[in-house]
Structures are given as structure tokens and as C-alpha cells.
């Protein structure tokens, strides 16, 4: 579901990964069905092999030609499993609002005994234990590594290499597009003019205040919230405030004095009680934050057992989040090989 | 084996952790011997419970008190898997020659199939190769996460969450006591009061200028090299400079201008060759190196689909490497909940 810039990176990545995938798993992806918003749901019942879906991409061919045309959902992922599908990629844009449709697909490929990969983090932030239990339940597995700072491995990080650290807090700068902005507006750029280069570079959300107010990093700050404390919280739980009330002069009066302001994450487990919040906040010269500038996002975990440990993504292009989406992949198969629908 | 700092630090974070231990794998950690370099080998036919041992390392006790010395390697772990051993701990401290007696710890504990956790560098740098092929041959494990960066993921960070990411190279501050002596020199420290300062908050070896002759560093890169690429160097094929020819006013004089002097690791991986080298580098103002001060270590990874991403480790101290061998006792749980012997 989704046929969008992610998708194709990640059609492209998977192809060069193919001869890997083989010697390592005996595994060969085809694909039975292609997503798009524009151009609806498409089956193919032969499958698509890798080298067929990469010349869809590159082409710019109609995804319709070589398939066929469904109305439903239900169709869709029905036609999907006769073809042999084992796995939903959900890579649809993100609507802030409720997540949706993102969180029906997912949903139902789920409860349709689907493994389930997505890069969209309404669905999570909005209902993250419910799918989880939902694909416990149906013994398949729900990966989101590339909600949150692409494919920087954070979410694999604490699930597989953390155990029983005792996550104490995290403070993150998690939304790109409002470091940029604030950085741009303090090099002398207008707050539109500011707008516009993210903008063109990729990286703002249809409206861009939906990153500048804060909705985009509250939606990221759940999903880690929950990742690293196993809690429930939903956006509207993150206390939340943008850049907003910030004047030009504000921003660059902070600069100017050697503190800057970002738009920063925290979130925090005290006597079993958890609490997050995104805003805006002056980072002291001493700061790890400080060096991420332009794209680069930084998240620094506290922990009772290993102290403070930071970790940065310098400058992520369109390939680091197709990669956050190719490494769920490969731990899906690395806990079932054989990577079949369990009903 | 081995019973200084590490190990107490380990067993009381183990006990720490035993309800947790209980409650996700039904395990109830026994210790069936301690080798101890100024004290022997001792055995514990009828094993000491976690609280027991950690009694031993509150009290200070003997050692030999609650148990039976012998005098053999060999006899030792016979002992130790009678009593029920599936796993040996190798925390004795390093010997950079040739990595023993260590080497020969680890090697006749797989050889006898027990599951191995060091925490020691020197095996692994000589003869991580061999050792993870006996390992795999007796369907054993052999963990060595504090080898490198104390506990901070960086070995289960590679084999668990970044699959088919195109490892490039990586650049690295691995060696504290040479940062640290050479951030005090910059402070105006002279060369020893330099190094006894790090010699009292304990991080440099017995012999400094085995830090600061970059043999540490050589290790640890040979390890992270041999890890990211999966290559096979042995040390004396890491290029290797240390920091004694540079003197006190080069030191300031590089630092005075912006550009501070580091003991810098570097990898790569071109055309299927791999080289290594460890050598005295001029850190740049715009370079991330430049957040590591104190203890502080750092690694920046360079991957073709992800592609660069930075791990600090703020600070060490003790607990972090006793957080690293307990983060691979969960791993090998994880992979063998029972934790019984293959043979």
C-alpha cells in the first residue's frame, strides 16, 4: 500500500539486496498487489517478479497494465494471499489526524494473518499496543523501524540490543523540517522563504505546520515513548508546542548568543509513571544537540544500566528510510525463514 | 574467570536484574567456580546462589572459603560443568601480547561447550575468526559486546539491526586514556601528571603507553573491523602510530588553533580489501569528533544505505561493561531460553 518515493527507493533497494536475500534465506520477493492513492488497488494473480516491479518503477508505467483492478480492501488483501502474500508494506502518506487509512490497512492485513511493515507513523502513534497484540495474536510480526529517524536502528536498537538497561528518559530532535527552518531563519532566511527550501528539498509535510507546530515530532515522540518505556500514550498525551510564538527576532537573538533553539522531544519513566513533550527549548553550547544542523537528527537515551549513549543520523536522504523498511524485512525472515502465513 | 572490577560489577547488576531474569526466562543464575589471578581456580560442586556471591564481593571474603581449589584449566571447567556450568565469563584482564592466558580460557571452554561472554579484547583480536567457528561447530555462543565501547551496542548493534546495509568504513575515538591524556596536555598538564590523572580514574592499562602506543586502539579496531567486514585481520595488520612523538607544544598548538590532536580508528572495506589503521589525527571544528571529550567514546559508521550514522557513549564507567556481558548473557537466553548445554 502506497506507491510513493519510499516505495519505489525500496523496490530498488530490494533488488540490489536480491542475490543476498537468496544465499541468506533461499528467499526470491514478488509482488502480488500494488496500493496507490491515485491509481487504486491493482492485483497481479501472477505475481510480479523483482526485475518486473523495478521496470515499473524506472519506466513510469501504469501500475494497472499488467494487473487488475479491485474496489476493496478486503479484495485486495484476499487476492493478495491467494497470490501468496505473506507480508503488507503500508507506505502511504501520513494523515495526522487519526492515522487513517494507514491504520485500517494495517489492521486488516493483520487480522488477515499478514506480517505487516509500515513507515507511516500515524498508525503507530495512534495505536501501537493495539496492533502489536492484534499481530501477537495472529503470531505474524508488525515492524516499524522507519517511523522514527528512517532507518537509524532505534526501535530494533532497544528491542534487541538494550535488554533490561533501564531506560530512565530520552531528549531527541525528531522533526527535521523545524531544525531547518529554525537554522535557516537564524542565516537570515523569512520564515516563508525558509518554508519553501524544505519544501523543495523533500523533507516538510504537505503543510508544513503540521511539522512547525509540532504534531509531526509529538506523533515520533509516542512512538519512542512507547518503544522505550513499553507504555500506552497517545499524541494528544505529548504535551506539544511548536515554533509557532517564536519571532524572527527571538530565533535569531538565541542564535546569536551560542544558543539556538530546536524543536525537542523528551520523554521520561519516574516511579512507573511516563510523560513526554515536544517545544521548543534554547540548546547551551555544551549540548550534544548542537551539532545537528540541516537534516541530521540526534536522540540521546539515559539509562540506568549504561549511563547516556547518543545516536545521530547524519543528513538522511530517501534511501535510509527504504532501508529502515529492508531491515524489518530481513528480521522478519530471521524469525521465520520460511517467511509463511502461519493460517 | 577473573574476578576484579568487572566481575563484581557484573554479579551485583546481575542480581539486580534476577527478577527480571525469572520472570522472562524462567532463569535463576548459579555460579559453579571463580578464577581469580592472584587466588586460583576455585569450584563450587554445590554452586553459589547469586546472593551468595554477591555476599562474597560485599564482604570481600576468600574466595576459597565456600569452596574447593584446583589447580587446573582443565579440571576447572570439568568441575564447573559438573556442578551444571553452560557458560563461562572471561573477565581476567588483558595481556596485549598475545591475548593470554585469556586466549586459552575461551577456546578450551568452547572446546568443552560451554557458551563464552569476555569481556576481554585480546582473544578476539587475535583470533575472533577461529574462536566463532569453534563456537558455532559445538552450537555454543561466544559474546564479546564489552570488548569494544564498553556496553554500547555496537557488535549486537551490527549483527542484529543493520542486515545488508553495504558496511563502507567507520571512523572512531576507541581509546579514552589517549583522548583524555592528550585533552589534559592541552590544559597544560604535563605528560605524566597527564597520564597518572587517567591512571586514577582507573581507565588506563597497567602499562599507559600500551594506550598511548595505540595498542589499544589497534585491538579494539581489529575487532570492530574483523566484526563490520567480516574480515580476518590480526592486529600487527592494523597500520599503527601512537601519539609519543607528538610533543607538548604540538599538542597545544593543534588545540589552540581548533584543530585538537586524537588517537583516531579508521576501517574500510574497497574492492572486497580491508585495511585498518589507528594514528594521530588533527580533529577539525566541523568535525563530530570534536563532541568527544573526557571518557567520551565515539563511532561513525559510513554504509551505503544508511548512510552515515554516529554512536556516543557519554562518560563510561564500570557499570557499562558489566551492562555489555549482561546484555549478551540475555542474548544468548534469548537464543537458547533453557540455556542447557548442546553436549
Known amino acids: 500500500m502506497g506507491y510513493g518515493h519510499v516505495a519505489k527507493a525500496f523496490l530498488k533497494l530490494l533488488a540490489s539486496r536480491s542475490e543476498e536475500l537468496l544465499a541468506e534465506f533461499?528467499?526470491?520477493?514478488t509482488i502480488s498487489g500494488i496500493g496507490s492513492q491515485s491509481r487504486g488497488l491493482t492485483l497481479y494473480p501472477e505475481v510480479l517478479s523483482l526485475e518486473q516491479a523495478v521496470q515499473?518503477?524506472?519506466?513510469?508505467a501504469d501500475i494497472h497494465e499488467a494487473g487488475r483492478q479491485v474496489q476493496h480492501l478486503s479484495e485486495f488483501i484476499a487476492g493478495g494471499k491467494a497470490a501468496g502474500a505473506v507480508l503488507l508494506l503500508e507506505l502511504t502518506t501520513l494523515q495526522p489526524k487519526d492515522g487513517e487509512p494507514a491504520l485500517t490497512?494495517?489492521?486488516?492485513?493483520?487480522?488477515?494473518?499478514?506480517?505487516?511493515?509500515?513507515?507511516?507513523?500515524?498508525?503507530?502513534?495512534?495505536?501501537?499496543?493495539?496492533?502489536?497484540?492484534?499481530?501477537?495474536k495472529q503470531r505474524v510480526q508488525l515492524r516499524f523501524e522507519s517511523t522514527v529517524m528512517d532507518g537509524l536502528p532505534l526501535i530494533n536498537l532497544a528491542q534487541f540490543t538494550?535488554?533490561?538497561?533501564?531506560?530512565?528518559?530520552?531528549?531527541?530532535?525528531?522533526?527535521?523540517?523545524?531544525?531547518?527552518?529554525?537554522?535557516l531563519i537564524e542565516q537570515g532566511s523569512t520564515l516563508a522563504g525558509a518554508i519553501r527550501k524544505a519544501q523543495e528539498i523533500g523533507i516538510a509535510e504537505a503543510?508544513?505546520?503540521?511539522?512547525?507546530?509540532?504534531?509531526?515530532?509529538?506523533?515520533?515522540?509516542?512512538?519512542?515513548?512507547?518503544?522505550?518505556?513499553?507504555?500506552?500514550?497517545?499524541?494528544?498525551?505529548v504535551k506539544r508546542e511548536g515554533i509557532r510564538a517564536l519571532s524572527l527576532a527571538d530565533i535569531r537573538a538565541a542564535a546569536n548568543a551560542g544558543t539556538p533553539y530546536r524543536l525537542v522531544s523528551k520523554g521520561r519513566i519516574q516511579a512507573g509513571k511516563v510523560t513526554a513533550l515536544?517545544?521548543?527549548?534554547k540548546i547551551t553550547a555544551d549540548d550534544i544537540m548542537q551539532v545537528a544542523t540541516g537534516t541530521t537528527s540526534l536522540i540521546t537515551l539515559e539509562t540506568e544500566a549504561m549511563g547516556a549513549m547518543t545516536l545521530i543520523e547524519h543528513d538522511p536522504e530517501l534511501m535510509q528510510t527504504a532501508y529502515g523498511v529492508l531491515s524489518d524485512l530481513i528480521t522478519i525472515l530471521r524469525q521465520n525463514p520460511t517467511l509463511t502465513a502461519p493460517n
Open 278 to 281: 515536544v517545544q521548543p527549548m
Open 162 to 183: 538494550l535488554p533490561m538497561v533501564g531506560m530512565k528518559s530520552f531528549r531527541a530532535l525528531l522533526n527535521t523540517t523545524s531544525c531547518l527552518v529554525l537554522e
Open 56 to 60: 515499473l518503477v524506472e519506466t513510469g
Open 105 to 136: 490497512h494495517i489492521r486488516s492485513a493483520l487480522e488477515a494473518g499478514l506480517n505487516v511493515i509500515t513507515a507511516n507513523k500515524g498508525p503507530l502513534a495512534f495505536a501501537q499496543a493495539a496492533l502489536l497484540e492484534s499481530a501477537k
Open 26 to 29: 533461499g528467499v526470491r520477493p
Open 207 to 237: 503543510d508544513p505546520w503540521y511539522d512547525l507546530d509540532g504534531y509531526d515530532a509529538a506523533m515520533k515522540t509516542t512512538i519512542v515513548t512507547n518503544t522505550l518505556f513499553n507504555s500506552r500514550l497517545t499524541p494528544s498525551q
